[in-house]
Nanobody, 127 residues
C-alpha cells in the first residue's frame, strides 16, 4: 500500500515556474518508479515524466516530448518525495497534475499501468 499527496499547484503566468511535490508513505520508496501525469478538462490523462531505479543509487528519468527541456523530475529518497520542476510554463500546461507510483513495467508511460495515485494538484497557466 502506498499513499501519495501532491502539493505546489497554483495560478502562474506564462513563462513562469512552479515546483510540484509528492510525498509517499506506506512502503519502501527508493525502488519505486514514480511518475507525473496531467489531465486537462475534457481530455484524457497523459504522461509527463517518470523516474525509475536502476540499482544502487542510480536513477533514470524520461519525459514526454511536450515538456522535455522545460520540466525536470527528481527525488529525495530520505524524504520519500518526488518533485517536478516546471519552467517556461505555457497555457497548454494547464491541468490537474497527478503523482503515480509503482508502474509496471517500471518506467511505463501508460496511465493504466500504475497502481497508486494521488488526488492531484491544479496548475493553471494564464497568458
Amino acid at each position: 500500500q502506498v499513499q501519495l499527496v501532491e502539493s505546489g499547484g497554483e495560478l502562474v503566468q506564462a513563462g513562469g515556474s512552479l515546483r510540484l511535490s509528492c510525498v509517499a508513505s506506506g512502503r519502501t520508496f527508493s525502488s519505486l518508479s514514480m511518475g507525473w501525469f496531467r489531465q486537462a478538462p475534457g481530455k484524457e490523462r497523459e504522461f509527463v515524466a517518470v523516474t525509475t531505479w536502476g540499482g544502487s543509487n542510480t536513477y533514470y528519468a524520461t519525459y514526454a516530448d511536450s515538456v522535455k527541456g522545460r520540466f525536470t523530475i527528481s527525488r529525495d529518497n530520505a524524504k520519500n518525495t518526488v518533485y517536478l520542476q516546471m519552467n517556461s510554463l505555457k497555457a497548454e500546461d494547464t491541468g490537474v497534475y497527478y503523482c503515480a507510483a509503482d508502474g509496471l513495467p517500471s518506467g511505463s508511460r501508460d496511465v493504466s499501468r500504475y497502481r497508486y495515485w494521488g488526488q492531484g494538484t491544479q496548475v493553471t497557466v494564464s497568458s
